[in-house]
């Protein structure tokens, strides 16, 4: 059995292997080297391999299946709500759509981004059936539902296609950031989704003609809010040469005391915005069929009910 | 004689080749992208009217649908849907199922999407057949987008064994309280005595999982009322429900359903409201009958209002 017995030995007493004490150092650093260059080789391939990481935001992430759910709208709409539409190149429209944010800064987000898009959507909504609505979403949208003549931005393609979905991207990726989304207010404004929406909102208000018209919600205290995309985008593109009438339908909450909101301050500043632009403004409270749906959750309410 | 054989069979050809012998069946031909569609009606569901009923695999789901578009468009079974419903059901919450005949856009309209009632075009499988339409040609593979069988052609076609199959299972998935929204003014009568109602939806009721059954018979504005609760088809419903043992009642024109339909009828006498600002002025001063507007009532049953002062 052999006597193994491990000494420390001395740098300076003994070389190892008839190399010179020199070349041992060198080989060691060379060692070191090469392993150092290895790692650094693996982590940068690893690296390029993974997907670069999204940068963070306060709002929430791109839609899951947002391209699955827009092109399906996209037919749904073009083939069945509006089969006059049918012939619309939804796959077009689609790539249109993604490019617009894409492989981009979602805080750079400009309406020239959506330039293509709006090229291929052209929709002329007839005069006098325009409806457009501020703070007031769902009565707005549950009463076109029933009268299916009137139109607001969301019964229209590109509308219809983005309600309620959320989009991103990023500079240094071709993905769709999954995981969150600049918020309006905490990261910045001009966001991919919010550009998107002045952008239609502008070209909603340009093609309107004739008698337009806006539910309004009664029951807060800025009826008419300068900043709301209404009172920013869709009143100051009306064209006064086709839109001569904009008629205000201020809903108030079926439980609350009815008062004169078309007398509000607001509203009012809302009239003179419109006088100075040579649009006629007209103002009815509670207007009868849009009462009618906010009854419809109410049926009980005495003024919803006949007198006996 | 060659040429004269072939000179006699061109037109026919022709006629072939231009489909210009009009359509083989009778109902509207495939949906054009109907993949798309179906798989976008699915991806919203599930992302995001409903997240929380789980994850479904839509392109598993789609898979399991496009089964029947390989089959002879008159020997669709509704087993052949079997797969897809099992990948696609869900629970329905209880007391929220609305079912109906002839008033489709009536049911859609009045159950808000899901938010006030889920019926059957709100539920997965539902939503993503609602208002479509597909069938394989019917000698040779591929979608026929010239017409697809109605009942009247062949039973066995792809849309009617789909609803049959979906019916079926909407109304096993039903609980508690159930709602049944009739067209009161449809000339043929409110209860289908055969219909997807009638024989894909009632058979399969759930007895120990029904608490009660409600009809609302609904009538146009300003139609006749061809049948009411109590009278014609809709008392051979009341008495079947009765003989299954199920506890039933039936209203007409149920308020918040007519509500809606007043939306746009709203000047018609039938849908005048009382005026909540008149309400306010008649405690202040004695005001002439004319100027108050309120509910015209020649004939009409409304329930639980008569009674009010």
């Known amino acids: 059995m052999a006597n193994h017995r491990f000494s420390s030995v001395s740098e300076e007493e003994k070389p190892c292997c008839g190399i010179s004490r020199k070349a041992q150092i060198c080989l060691c650093v060379l060692f070191v080297l090469l392993i150092v260059v290895g790692i650094a080789v693996s982590v940068g391939i690893l690296m390029w391999r993974q997907p670069p990481k999204h940068k963070e935001w306060k709002g929430p992430g791109t839609t899951a299946h947002f391209y699955e759910i827009l092109l399906g709208r996209c037919y749904t709409y073009t083939q069945i709500v509006r089969p006059e539409l049918r012939h619309t190149d939804c796959q077009k429209i689609g790539k249109a759509f993604t490019s617009a944010f894409l492989s981009k800064d979602p805080c750079g987000s400009t309406e020239q981004d959506y330039r293509p898009l709006m090229e291929l959507t052209t929709q002329t909504v007839p005069c006098d059936k325009t409806l457009f609505w501020s703070k007031s979403s769902e009565l707005a949208h549950d009463y076109t539902w029933v009268q299916r003549d009137m139109y607001t931005l969301e019964d229209t393609l590109l509308g219809y296609m983005a309600d309620g979905l959320k989009w991103c991207g990023d500079a240094g990726s071709s993905e769709m950031n999954y995981q969150s989304c600049p918020h309006w207010r905490e990261d910045c404004s001009n966001n991919s989704v919010s550009v998107f929406w002045n952008t239609v909102s502008k070209r909603f208000a340009e093609d309107a003609c004739g008698v337009v018209h806006v539910v309004l919600n009664g029951s807060i205290s800025n009826t008419f809010d300068e900043k709301s995309t209404f009172g920013r985008v869709e009143v100051f593109n009306l064209h006064p040469e086709k839109v001569h009438t904009l008629k205000a339908w201020v809903m108030n909450n079926i439980e609350s005391v009815p008062s004169d909101s078309c007398s509000s301050s607001s509203v009012n500043n809302l009239k003179q915005i419109l006088k100075t632009r040579n649009i006629t403004f007209v103002c009815q409270n509670n207007y009868r069929p849009v009462r009618l749906i906010q009854c419809v959750k109410n049926p009980e309410h005495s003024s919803c009910r006949y007198n006996l | ?309």
């Open chain 2, 1 to 309: 004689m060659a040429t004269l054989g072939l000179a006699s069979s061109l037109p026919l050809l022709l006629l072939v080749i231009a489909g210009a012998g009009g359509a083989r069946w009778r109902g509207e031909g495939t949906t054009p992208h109907l993949q798309s569609i179906i798989l976008g009606r699915c991806a919203e569901h599930v992302a995001l009217l409903n997240p929380e009923q789980g994850e479904k695999n839509c392109t598993a789901i789609w898979e399991a649908f496009k089964v029947v578009l390989d089959k002879d468009p008159c020997s669709v079974f509704p087993s052949d849907y079997d797969l897809f419903i099992n990948l696609s059901r869900h629970s329905i919450p209880t007391d929220k199922s609305l079912f109906w005949e002839n008033n489709h856009l009536l049911v859609t309209s009045y159950a808000e999407n899901a938010r006030r009632f889920v019926p059957l075009c709100s539920v997965l499988y539902g939503r993503m057949g609602d208002f479509l339409s597909w069938c394989r040609q019917e000698n040779a593979s591929g979608l026929d987008y010239q017409s697809c069988p109605t009942s009247e052609d062949c039973e066995n076609n792809p849309v009617d064994s789909f609803w049959k199959r979906a019916s079926m299972q909407y109304s096993r998935d039903s609980s508690g309280v159930i709602y049944v929204m009739l067209n009161g003014s449809e000339p043929t009568g409110a209860y289908p005595v055969k219909g997807f109602f009638a024989d894909f939806e009632i058979p399969y009721f759930q007895k120990d999982k029904i608490t009660r059954i409600e009809i609302w018979v609904m009538h146009e504005i300003g139609r006749p009322k061809v049948e009411s609760c109590g009278e014609g088809s809709v008392k051979i419903l009341e008495e079947r429900l009765k003989e299954m043992g199920f506890q039933y009642s039936c209203i007409n024109d149920h308020l918040p359903v007519k509500l809606l339909k007043c939306v746009d009828h709203s000047t018609h006498p039938d849908c005048a409201l009382k005026s909540h600002w008149k309400e306010r002025d008649r405690c202040r001063e004695k005001r002439k009958k004319y100027t108050v507007t309120y509910w015209d009532q020649p004939g009409h049953h409304l329930p639980g209002l008569l009674s009010r002062p």
